[in-house]
Structures are given as C-alpha cells and as structure tokens.
C-alpha cells in the first residue's frame, strides 16, 4: 500500500488531528494560516486555533493575480502558470509559518487549502444556456502538499457544485459544527471582500440551516481607496466617516435583479466591479461626486444590502432577537458595523471572538473543519432537500510525494 494512504487511514482514526487552515479570498490581502487542534467529527468537532498568521502579499504578487482576477479575457499562459506559481507559494508560506512555530510538518496531519478564486460564475450570473453553475480557484494542491511535506485537500468548491451549490458559500458547514448553540438564534455574518451569513436555528435543526452571500463587503471599498489613496483599504472607514451619503447613488447601486433573487445566491467582483460603481453614476448623474462622498455612499451599499439581506431572513423565519457574530476584515470598519447596527436595531452584534475564534481567522479555521469532514466524518449530517447546502463532504486529497 502506498504509505501516504496508510498515514491518511491512520489520522482519520486519531482521537484529534491538527490542520492547517489556508485562505486566500477575494481581496487579495494575503494568505491566512491557521493552525488548528480538531477533535472529534460532526456535532462532536471541538477546535482550537494554536496559531494563526496572515502571510500579506506583496503589490507584485497581487497585480500578477489582479491580471486574471474576475476577468472575462485573459492571457491563458498567465493563468496555468499562476496555478502553479500560487500553490508552490502556498505551500512554501506553510513551511515557512511552521519554522516560525517551531513546529515540525511530520506534526501536522493535514493543510486543507482553498487556493485563490480567479473566476466565480453562478448560473444566475453567467445566464449561458446549457452550462451550469462554475467556479475556479487555482494554486494546486499537489504543489503545496510537495512544498510543505503534508498531505493537502484542496479545491473543496467543486463537490458542492457537482451537487447541486453554487461552490459557495461553504462557510455554513463549519458554522454550523462549530458555533450552533441550543436556545440561540445566531447569524454567522462575515465581511471580507463579498459578505455572506449563515442562519443557525437555536433548535440546531440542520434543516432549517442556510446561508448566502449578500453583495459586496469591501470589495468595492477597497477597489476605490486603492484608486484615490494608493492604500489597500480605508483604514477605519476615515474616508466614509468624514463624506455623506448620497441618495441617488446609493438607490442606483441598489438597483440589480441579483438583491431581489431568493436565498440561497452567491456572487463575487465579476459583477461587483469598478465598472460597475461607474454605471450607477451615470444613471444617477453622480460622476463628480467627492472622493469622500463616494466612499460614504459605497460603504452604505455595503451595510444596506448586507442588513436587508438579515432582515428578510428574520422576517422568513420569523427570528426577532437574533445574536449577528461578525467576521472578516469588515468587522474591523467602524462605519460599515455602525451603519448595519443601526439598521438592525433587534439584534445583538458581537464579533465570532467572542465565541473562541478571532475573526480575522474564521474562514481559514473553516476550511480546516471541512477537511477534518472530508478524512474523519461520517457523512451524517443531513442539511435536507434546501437548495444550496448540499449534505457531502469536499476537498481533493494530494499526496506529498
Ligand atoms: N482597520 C480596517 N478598517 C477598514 N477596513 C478593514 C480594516 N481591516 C481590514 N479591513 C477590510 O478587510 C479586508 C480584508 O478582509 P478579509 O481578509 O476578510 O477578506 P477576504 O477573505 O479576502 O474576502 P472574502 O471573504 O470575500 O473571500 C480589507 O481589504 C479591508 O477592506
Ligand atoms: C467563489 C468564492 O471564492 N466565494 C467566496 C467569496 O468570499 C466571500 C463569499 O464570496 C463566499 O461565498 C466565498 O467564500 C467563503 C469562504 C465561503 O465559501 O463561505
């Protein structure tokens, strides 16, 4: 028998296991890596974080990745060779955090590894008669399981998709193992560069359990801070706090079918664009509003549509006191949170801190949990016939050697 399956036998068996959570999202910051301690499967999964690390990433390597990111055309050689180029990346960052750790990789039993989403496209996005929901994340596994000597899953989106999701959001699964509590209504909202929630029932019934992405989260933020201050976001929300609101803008930006589709829907900065902030200031005559004005009114885009999303939600299932826990870079802008606390008067707001999982590490964590599923899970939990959350597990498994 090949050793390597030998090894993946045996820590399946093992009462714990730990994992290396990697997470590279939409807003291109860098790479999160969590170490994490999982015991146990299913309802039973009990995880702590030993350590945690964004590993940031340099302009370079951002503009490599910009010049393929959510675009129609693109040059083909530069996306097959930034698969490789990403996953060696990857995996030399899980070496080089372990080193930093003292840690040995024959000491991890697993790195479970999202890789970068180039291209997201839902079939309510693309509309393309005859094909079916896609979605791409590259930076293969078999490069980060070669570069940091651990055995990888990776390209956990492609399951979901071949049974029936969208590939997104994944969140709710690990959400659901690690932060449902008996008697609480709780909604998991995280922020990064698109937001997306997850509704758990205080009676933990798996059923009744959704998610969906709402629209942006700073995507449209950062891509016009970057463009009035060289900077990657606005730090604090200090551009939105000093500018107003304007109300015609804000109602264009509003304005697309994707806000009125029902639960579940997923989407990502193909529609979310530059672009597509441009085309609502030509509808609402806005093309010269102020830098400051700008940012007030896309930062209230963001809330607005994020608190609509949660409240059509509460009204559904007819929720009125639920607990929101925020994660994700957005929970760290003052004027976004404001804005969705004061659109939500009847919930109780804290960050996924509070619960024993730093925000800014939750989706790496996540990803841990789903490759803790995929080796050591019986494939019980039952998410029943609600569209989008299918009851399987993901990731592709890629050797070492
Ligand atoms: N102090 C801060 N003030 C304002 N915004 C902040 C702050 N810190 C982080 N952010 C925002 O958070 C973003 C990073 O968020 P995060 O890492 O959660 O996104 P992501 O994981 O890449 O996105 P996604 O979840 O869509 O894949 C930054 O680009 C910035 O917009
Ligand atoms: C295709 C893709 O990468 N989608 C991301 C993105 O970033 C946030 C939101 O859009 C979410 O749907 C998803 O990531 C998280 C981790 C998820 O699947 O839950």
Not at 288 to 299: Q, R, S, Y
Not at 311 to 324: D, G
Request: some cysteine; proline content about 5%.
């Amino acid at each position: 028998m090949n050793p390597q399956l030998q090894r993946l036998y045996d820590l399946a068996k093992k009462p714990d296991r730990r994992i290396v959570g990697l997470m590279s999202g939409t807003s291109l910051d860098g790479l999160d890596v969590a170490l994490c301690r999982i015991s146990g499967n299913g309802g039973n999964t009990q995880l702590s974080v030993e350590q945690f690390e964004t590993v940031p990433y340099e302009e370079a390597f951002k503009d490599s990745i910009r010049a393929v990111f959510a675009k129609k055309q693109i040059n083909f050689e530069h996306l097959t060779l930034l698969n490789e180029q990403i996953g060696r990346q990857h995996g030399r960052w899980v070496a080089q955090c372990l080193r930093n750790w003292h840690i040995e990789p024959a000491d991890v039993d697993l790195v479970a590894s999202h890789g970068q989403t180039v291209y997201h496209a839902p079939q309510q996005q693309h509309r393309r008669a005859g094909y079916p929901n896609a979605t791409l994340q590259i930076g293969d596994g078999d490069h980060v399981a070669a570069e940091s000597g651990i055995i990888t899953l990776s390209d956990f989106r492609q399951r979901h998709i071949a049974h029936g999701g969208e590939g997104a959001p994944l969140a709710v699964y690990g959400d659901y193992l690690l932060f449902s509590q008996e008697g609480e209504d709780r909604i998991l909202l995280n922020m990064g560069g698109i937001a997306n929630f997850t509704y758990l029932p205080n009676s933990l019934d798996a059923r009744v359990v959704f998610t969906t992405d709402t629209g942006p989260g700073n995507t449209l933020i950062d891509a016009f801070a970057r463009q009035f201050t060289g900077q990657p976001y606005d730090e604090n929300g200090q551009m939105a706090a000093r500018g107003r609101v304007d109300e015609a803008l804000l109602r264009a930006l509003i304005n697309h079918p994707f806000f009125a589709q029902p639960f579940p829907k997923t989407t990502g900065p193909e529609v979310f664009s530059k672009l597509y902030v441009q085309n609502a200031q030509q509808q609402s005559g806005t093309e010269t509003i102020a830098p400051d004005d700008l940012m007030a009114t896309l930062t209230r885009f963001s809330a607005e549509t994020i608190a609509q999303a949660i409240q059509r939600t509460l009204t559904q299932t007819k929720i009125v006191h639920p607990h929101v826990y925020m994660s994700g870079g957005g929970a760290h802008n003052p004027v976004l949170v404001g804005a969705i606390n004061a659109l939500l008067p009847g919930c109780t707001f804290a960050r996924t801190d509070a619960l024993g999982i730093a925000g800014d590490a939750k989706e790496a964590v996540l990803f841990a949990v789903l490759a803790n599923e995929a080796v050591a899970g019986t494939g019980k939990i039952n998410f029943g016939e609600r569209q989008g959350v299918p009851s399987v597990s993901m990731g592709k498994i890629s050797f070492y050697k």
